[in-house]
């Protein structure tokens, strides 16, 4: 039989993986925690309707890649595909929409059925904060800063620009959309067939088109910015006002329009170019009309997610897993000791391996290769007399010290690293 695989665009997450992902997560919550964002948790999965139409019906994200399932009650349900109209569902469903403003963190795996590459997964990981209750262009600087801090804090805000743009409120975007269609009618045998299609569903999409020919077209279309409305402006001067104040940099992109319909008034993205093609590692804005689209009452909110996978490839491995001590039992009449011995240890805290291998050379070897600081080797003879073989691995160095002694030494040992002071 063929071995078994995982499913196109799942991933195993492995230790080394697992571990960098650690790192993200929970610099994330640590820095999500200090602007007030508290921990909370949707399902995996909602009703369709949930994501239907507060992404988009005609946006990529709903029209071709949700998993969406009928279930044995004849429940149209979808695997959350994002989790801001999650979080808005849950407030809306929780009664808090008097309790406002509420700011909540969350982190979980994401499900779309996108064509994966890498840093794409069908299968992939955020962690998002969603600041929600305030029409006030301060809470947008706080997210972008909130966002900013955490990617400094990883190491990584050097290596991206945040791309800033103000998708105005609907009577701008009303404005552009005819201006813009008007434009691109002119075109239309030319652009891409996407583009084409997009031209009557969803034409502000069209700014976000890789295609050659579509970018070449845009050159000359008209601009979002000359289109806001003279309150979207100042919303957008306030936001980039406090963003200068913070020294917070980032970049006008007039064509950056986001991915899903719910976005008013500020969007931004933190774009990295080590990651290839994949390298939006961080995206967000304000999605003011959301919660009305969901049955609540009008509620201002912003927020962003960053991609786990797509960080954790960007910061390097900052930690390899080692271990305090091995305890290298030296004969087998010593096993059930030096478990013992093991045990006992891990109970005060420390991280312990018994290398198993077939003779005690090769067991020495393994506590080395596993980048065990100490090896306390005990026999049938340490056990008698109550004492372990100290060796210290950097350097070599051994001696037979009584147990208590070598449980001093090793405590001051791990703690200070007196490399070579066995004979103290
Ligand atoms: P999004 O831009 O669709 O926004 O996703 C946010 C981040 O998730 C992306 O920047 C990227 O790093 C990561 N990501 C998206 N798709 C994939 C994939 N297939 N594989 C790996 N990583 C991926 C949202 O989801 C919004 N809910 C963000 C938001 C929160 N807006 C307001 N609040």
Known sequence: MKPMQPVRGTADLMPRQKSQMNIVL?????IASRYGFQDMETPIFEFTEVFSRPLGESSDVVAKE???FEDRGGSSLTLRPE??????RALISNGLTQSLPQKFFYAGPMFRYERPQKGRMRQFHQIGCEYIGSFNPLSDAEVIGCAAQFLSELGVLDSCILHLNSLGDGQSRDAYRVALVAFLSDYKNEL?????????EN????????ADE??????NAPQLPAFLTSQAQQHFEHVTNALDKAGINWQLDTNLVRGLDYYSHTAFEFITEELGSQGTVLGGGRYDGLSAMLGGPDIGAVGFAAGVERLALLIEQKQEFTYDIAVVIA????????????QNLRLQGLKIDIPMAPQLGKKLKRASLIGCKLSFIIGENEIKSDTIQVKIMTTGEQKQMETSQALLFAATFLKHGLEGNLSE
């Open 83 to 88: 989790g801001t109209a999650s979080v808005m």
């Open 203 to 210: 034409p502000l999409r069209i700014l976000d088109s890789k």
């Open 66 to 68: 949700t998993y969406s």
């Open 214 to 219: 579509d970018r070449e077209i845009l050159k």
């Open 331 to 342: 004969d087998d009449n010593a096993s059930s000791d030096g478990f013992a011995l093991a």
């Open 26 to 30: 929970e610099k994330a919550s640590l």
């Open 192 to 200: 891409s067939s996407d583009s084409q299609r997009r031209l009557n």
